[in-house]
């Protein structure tokens, strides 16, 4: 589970218990001589956001059923980042309240983070020790009386991808621009932070997501993330608890205004059709996506199209889990001559990074698309190239995903799926 420093208390009781717990922390440092001076009283503030958002985090991590490791920060360059992006839970008091933690017996390290290449670390792994229980409610945890705080970090900038396929954040400016991005977040967060949402099956415990955070209702506050230090690369929204979910978990779980089911309405084939969008070609007849005919390794040849459509130059290797949908022996080259025949309107597109524009046009139709539905009372929880809606609302929600297409493209070619639970 990865460390989320929005975490904190929501209840007078809990509250109570992280005081003392802070205040047994403050009289160990000094009492050991770890510290020599007494902290002043915003450094003794600093001290306790963090104890409170460690002993949250540590809270949720025992309320998970599958017993996960605590992956904290303890790199002085993610700590004190110079990017503008660093939490006020990090610095200097964050590392204090950790090894005040571990120093006590509260906590137990399982490893200390260190560096694999100039790119790519291991973090470091906690878990709360059996003392701890006499802190903090583990037993059974009290995840309840935990809420998540607004991120005040509503949209991010970040590098192109490394390598190991990570990017930095960058900082920038405020301008009017960004003034305006950011208002569209908050308004959202708001619309979302007030709606009925509910996660079922959660009586026994807890589960963590594919992103490594809890599946819990109060984790619905977004932000959106731009690529490329780029403005005009991908903007897609990140943080809900849905975003982490399994596609079948989230029909069984999710309920939405008044314990509604949810229903999936999603646009089909969406960025190759954009791309036709933007070479001024018509739409292809049938399958964008079946390049032979017979409809054989489509997920392949679904995946080599959105990677030559975001490559930058030609592609070199095979996508990531893709040569598998394909006959032994076809080589890239040949696949790429027969993508290219298939979808000859638009390769002159592929090997410019056009998807990130794509992504861009997708991420303000979702915008749009989520403002508008909240303007008629609808909850729609954004997913990429969807919206989560409940099942009384799926054709609503589909006539405003057609609308939205229409407006940002001239085109009225979308195709707008909806999927409801099985019965």
Not at 260 to 266: F, Y
Not at 325 to 336: E, N, T, V
Request: glycine share 8%.
């Amino acid at each position: 589970m990865w460390f989320d420093p929005l975490l904190r208390t929501k209840t007078a009781e809990l509250r109570y218990a992280v005081q003392r717990l802070r205040d047994a922390l403050l009289h160990h440092e000094s009492a050991s001589g770890a510290r020599k001076r007494a902290r002043k009283e915003a450094d003794k503030e600093k001290f306790g956001l963090a104890v409170e958002a460690l002993a949250c985090n540590l809270i949720l991590l025992s309320a998970i059923e599958s017993r996960p490791k605590l992956a904290v920060p303890r790199s002085h360059g993610f700590l004190w980042r110079g990017d503008g992006g660093t939490n006020p839970v990090y610095g200097q008091h964050f590392l204090s309240a950790l090894d005040g933690l571990a120093s006590l017996g509260l906590i137990e390290e399982e490893r200390r983070g260190y560096r694999l290449s100039a790119r790519m670390r291991l973090p470091s792994l906690i878990r709360p020790s059996g003392a701890l229980a006499q802190h903090l409610p583990l037993t059974p945890p009290d995840w309840r009386s935990i809420k998540q705080v607004n991120d005040s970090a509503l949209i991010i900038l970040k590098e192109g991808k490394d390598d190991h396929g990570r990017a930095a954040t960058i900082a920038f400016p405020e301008t009017a621009k960004t003034r305006q991005l950011a208002g569209q977040m908050r308004r959202i967060n708001e619309v979302l932070g007030s709606a009925d949402i509910e996660v079922i099956g959660q009586d026994t415990g807890l589960s963590l997501g594919r992103d490594g955070q809890v599946i819990a209702p109060y984790r619905r506050s977004l932000r959106r993330i731009f690529n490329n230090a780029n403005w005009q690369h991908g903007g897609r929204l990140a943080g809900g608890f849905w975003m982490g979910m399994e596609r079948t978990e989230r029909f069984e779980r999710i309920r939405i205004d008044g314990g509604q089911r949810i229903a999936d309405v999603d646009y089909r084939q969406l960025f190759p059709r954009l791309a036709y969008v933007r070479a001024d070609k018509p739409q292809p007849d049938g399958d964008i996506y079946d390049v032979v005919g017979d409809g054989s390794g489509r997920e392949g040849w679904k995946t080599l199209l959105n990677a030559v459509l975001f490559a930058d130059g030609p592609l070199r290797n095979w996508p990531e889990s893709t040569l598998q949908h394909f006959p032994s022996g076809l080589k890239l080259r040949k696949a790429i001559e027969m993508l290219t025949a298939r979808h000859a309107p638009i390769a002159h597109l592929f090997g410019t990074r056009l998807g990130f524009q794509l992504l861009r046009i997708e991420s303000d139709m979702l915008i749009g698309i989520i403002t508008h539905l909240a303007s008629l009372g609808v909850t729609a929880l954004p997913l990429h190239d969807a919206v989560l809606v409940a099942e009384s609302k799926a054709n609503v929600a589909a006539d405003a995903m057609q609308a939205a297409f229409s407006m940002a493209t001239g085109s009225s070619c979308a195709i707008v799926s909806i999927e409801f639970c099985p019965r």
